[in-house]
């Protein structure tokens, strides 16, 4: 029985760390894009990893920080980091962000979820519950973007990504709604989240572009 | 007299309003200038309208933010956004942006005598008051334009915009020193502010600028 | 006695203020070179100066803002942005960039060590501590890069800033860890990072650069 609650919530954390880690890739990524040194690297890989949990807490008043509790991630990304550095190459960069999508939808299922769920559990609105839930799922990429000086991607690429991470908050706060297990509510949303954003990706939907006239 | 009061609290509620829709405006159409898609449109015009004040209540360490307790407010930010990616065209943006100065003032005004009146309620010195004072006025534009990779517009057109904030702030600090009554205060302080600003607007008065040599 | 307790927290006051001016300095200049008016200059003058400690308050969740228990540095910092303003010139600035060079070093020296024992005073980890050490050093020219609309120098110029601040930090948590006074520490601290960064400048070193291939 508990090799067995082990052996869970250590599948848990490997979900969560694979997230991370491809969160923290597509920051190196582009942190070399843009010929920054080591330290660079490093920072964008961590806000690009760490940002949205971090920004969540800060408007939730929240402390300690997830990462100040599970200093194993911070180890990890820290790691990775100076691992790309060291092996990475920009023939590799393709390959890799192709790669990285999937972990990533992963990771958004993940961090919507949990943001929805910390939001209730203090209290909050369910309207503000999804808008935290999308903040943790999507501002780890928009802090990325802006220390890189460029706009965004997920604010103007036209793809489904903050609105995936918007509509499984959604189902999570109608489940809620339903007095589902705040547990049962949070594998659903961080699934459907993830599938949401899987399907975009393999059917390649677009948003609804401005007219130009 | 309950008619009477439920009439004032609305009429302020109206203005509020109308300030808050100017300033997410102001931030609907830069991120539409910059092509961004529906979720981009719609971050930028939240940020513009609720950046200010949720950085002054972070560094106040005030919750929960002004936007939580009033949902109507979101909701009314939304349905703009919405409404804009849906109906407005680029041939409407000059027209909109000479339209918009006139309720941008006003929230000019009254987030800047928010700002001052909270400080001072939890205590802080008159200096830092007007300091805040002025960050709830400008920051909403100022982090509009750092999403939207620009410099922020506050910072270099050479127009008076945060100065006439805090400049209503330090009439705010003089007639709170004078032991005027805070409701007082706050009227004046937003009345003066918007004044100052459509003065400024009106004259086309400029800041000096840097000489060359 | 006493005299000598005066005499030496004026000097410690002084040292302070000598390294938060020349990070003033830096974001007046930034400022300046972008053309930006009163206003921006003033802004990011502040961001640089007090932008690293304000975020390692936000993040460490302590109130009030060490500039707004020592008042007198804000006014100083704005004195010296309306001086700079007034007086400065372009052909000014080469010279300015080279000495501010060294108060430079001695801020990120003491910002480091004060972001270091805050962080232990609290509890944190050594590795968070050491962190939030070196976020306090460097995110003062981050903001001021960011509010400029450029990428942060200290992310891509290849020499050490941010390495010197994590190098000191650690002789700290070495030094806490063989149990030596907080005082002891924050002195060796502050003056082995300001010694690096001197060292690197003098030297020249640089961080190794991404292959190309």
Redesign the interface.
């Known amino acids: 029985m508990d090799n067995f609650e082990n052996w869970e919530s250590t599948l848990l954390l490997s979900i969560e760390l694979l997230a991370t880690l491809a969160f923290a890739l597509s920051g190196i990524m582009e ?2 894009r ?7 690297v490093c ?2 890989g961590f806000l690009a990893a760490f940002g949205g949990g ?1 920004l969540r807490d ?2 939730l ?1 929240q ?3 997830f990462w ?1 509790e599970n ?1 194993i991630v ?2 990890a990304v820290l790691a990775l980091c100076i691992l790309s ?1 060291s092996f990475m ?3 590799h960069f393709e390959l890799t962000e192709k790669t990285i999508q999937w972990p990533d939808a992963l990771g958004l299922g993940l961090f919507t979820a949990s943001g929805v769920a910390q939001s209730l559990a203090i209290g ?2 369910p ?2 519950a999804i808008l935290m839930g999308t903040i943790t799922g999507i501002f780890g990429g ?1 802090l990325r973007d ?7 991607v ?5 793809r489904p ?3 995936c991470s918007f509509a499984g908050g959604l189902v999570y706060i109608l489940m809620a709604a339903a007095e589902a297990e705040p547990w049962f509510c949070m594998t659903v949303c961080a699934v459907l989240t993830t599938l949401f954003r899987i399907l975009a990706i393999l059917n390649n939907w677009l ?7």
């Open positions: 942190a070399a843009k010929r920054m040194d080591i330290v660079g920072v964008v971090t800060i408007l008043d402390r300690p920080f100040v200093e911070m180890w550095i190459r920009q023939k909050l609105s309207t503000v928009v802006i220390v890189c000086n460029e706009i965004p997920s604010f103007k690429d036209h990504y903050a609105l948003l609804p572009a401005w007219r130009k006239d």
